[in-house]
């Protein structure tokens, strides 16, 4: 079974930074493209970032483009999600998911086959 957890979350000011880590338990990262999404109460998921497994042409939301930065360290099972110059806006629970089924990335969350439990990050000005 896979599992993921995800952890780095905090409570922070506007300007700061973070990084989120999902490390990925049962199977091998390897076949896996990682995606991070983040989902506000009333709010539907919003796409954040995701990696191929190549690590090619990483995609991002407009909203974090220049700011966050995914990565993945196949070695340690993990994904990364660096978050810079944070904004109140950005205050979310952040859920990382991986999946197999196209062959790059998507922001697709119904593309992704396995998902963490999320963590919070709250930005105050």
């Known amino acids: 079974q896979v599992q993921l957890a995800e952890s780095g979350g905090g409570s922070v000011q506007a300007g700061d930074s973070l990084r989120l880590s999902c490390e990925v338990s049962?199977?091998?990262?390897?076949?896996?493209?990682i995606g991070w999404f983040r989902q506000t109460p009333g709010q539907g998921r919003e796409f954040v970032a995701c990696?191929?497994?190549?690590?090619?042409?990483?995609d991002y939301a407009d909203s974090v483009k220049g700011r966050f930065t995914i990565s993945r360290d196949n070695a340690k099972n993990t994904g990364y999600l660096e978050m810079n110059n944070l904004k109140p806006e950005d205050t979310a629970v952040y859920s990382c998911?991986?999946?197999?089924?196209?062959?790059?990335?998507?922001?697709?969350?119904?593309?992704?086959?396995?998902w963490g439990q999320g963590t919070q990050v709250t930005v105050s000005l």
């Open positions: 990696i191929s497994r190549r690590r090619v042409a990483p």
């Open positions: 998911a991986v999946g197999t089924t196209v062959l790059t990335t998507t922001r697709d969350p119904t593309m992704y086959d396995y």
């Open positions: 049962g199977r091998d990262l390897n076949p896996f493209y």
